[in-house]
């Protein structure tokens, strides 16, 4: 599986493109706005055809894209039902969003649960309900590639906003305690913005979210 970061987007939110050419599959996690420019290249480069598009939450930057990837690849769109009322009615980001953007509303295809077994690549995949930042954030887990993608529950010595309408920093704290600060310790966390970082790393010298 090749992980292809792609930084995109007016705060440039990183979508992630997966990509295993021995099977032509690819698999999109998060789209903010123009990251269809960034993707297509790299699936006809690698020969993979996108088929699923996942979205770790509902919030603007990480689907200000989705409709245009959609359109262009015909892929199919997972995200969790807590989320249901951001990806259908947008405009309700309206107020923090920039002056004059634009979003269109995403149909999902598959609405997730925690627990929840997909499949990638003829490996699955689970899905971990991470709510805090956001009531519909959840987290996509490679156990096999000790790999998972977080989208905005934790960074890099850091966590999510929770100052937002539907934060809640006790219910952060204990997404992160229970369904990340559980994987081993060598898993790879993917966050929605900066560096990826490990478990380890986190449980150790995250100053907001001790285990």
Request: net charge negative.
């Amino acid at each position: 599986m090749n992980v292809h970061v792609l930084p995109s987007g007016p705060i440039q939110t990183n979508a992630y493109l997966l990509c295993d050419p021995s099977r032509g599959e690819a698999v999109l996690i998060d789209a903010p706005l123009g990251v269809w420019a960034l993707v297509e290249p790299i699936l006809k480069a690698e020969r993979c055809r996108l088929g699923v598009l996942w979205l770790t939450h509902g919030h603007w930057d990480h689907t200000q894209g989705a409709a245009e990837v959609v359109r262009k690849s015909g892929a199919r769109v997972s995200g969790h039902g807590a989320d249901k009322r951001l990806y259908e009615e947008p405009e309700l980001m309206k107020p923090l969003m920039f002056p004059g953007a634009v979003i269109e509303p995403v149909r999902v295809d598959r609405w997730l649960e925690d627990g929840d077994s997909i499949e990638a690549f003829g490996k699955p995949v689970t899905v971990r309900h991470v709510p805090g930042h956001c009531p519909g954030s959840v987290m996509f887990h490679f156990a096999g590639e000790r790999a998972a993608f977080a989208g905005d529950a934790l960074f890099q010595g850091s966590v999510g906003r929770t100052d937002i309408p539907g934060g809640d920093f006790e219910q952060l704290e204990a997404s992160i305690r229970t369904r990340i600060y559980t994987l081993p310790d060598e898993t790879v966390v993917y966050p929605g913005h900066g560096r990826p970082t490990t478990v380890g790393d986190e449980k150790a010298e995250n100053p907001y979210v001790r285990p």
